[in-house]
């Protein structure tokens, strides 16, 4: 389903929807790394940011690799300071308030922000796997595949937003 364009509308309203769109998939980038971080990092503690070339066997290696997670949760809490910055904007500039456009682009942009930090950290550099042992390229490939059902799932709902949106005159 392709995303309609929005080009009856008004320059102002246009861009007042990009921006709500914007916000979520930011938003939605902050939610997975913080669900990544905490989940996976801490309370599963299947990895950590740099487990495949500081296996967290010693105590020096442990330490390092937990800097490393606390970098990776400085780093969404950044997104996530900038996604409420322009939901915010969006909201005070007259953007329609729409669960359903905030979703789609929040799953847009965590499934994005998965499946980027799944090809680069898992596959390309190799500094961690989702859940290292003997099926780690099956829990790597699972995780892209989640990955691409949320972008496509948040594109869906940002499309159906978007096509009723349309269609209020």
Not at 37 to 47: A, D
Not at 124 to 152: M, R
């Amino acid at each position: 389903m392709a995303l309609k364009p929005i080009d009856s509308k008004p320059v102002a309203e246009r861009s007042n929807i990009k921006l709500l769109v914007a916000a979520g998939v930011v938003l939605g980038i902050a939610f997975a790394g913080f669900f990544d971080g905490i989940v996976i990092h801490q309370v599963l503690q299947w990895h950590h940011m740099v487990t495949s070339i500081r296996p967290a066997t010693t105590l020096a290696n442990l330490e390092a690799n937990t800097f490393w997670d606390g970098v990776f949760h400085i780093g969404t809490f950044v997104f996530a300071i900038t996604g409420l910055a322009l939901l915010w904007r969006a909201i005070r500039q007259g953007a329609p308030t729409s669960t359903q456009a905030l979703i789609g682009a929040m799953l847009i942009g965590a499934g994005s922000f998965n499946l980027i930090e799944g090809l680069i950290d898992h596959h390309l550099l190799a500094i961690h796997h989702v859940k290292p042992g003997v099926h780690q390229l099956a829990w790597d490939l699972g995780f892209l595949v989640v990955s691409v059902a949320l972008v496509t799932s948040g594109w869906i709902v940002l499309a159906n937003f978007l096509a009723n949106y349309q269609q209020k005159e």
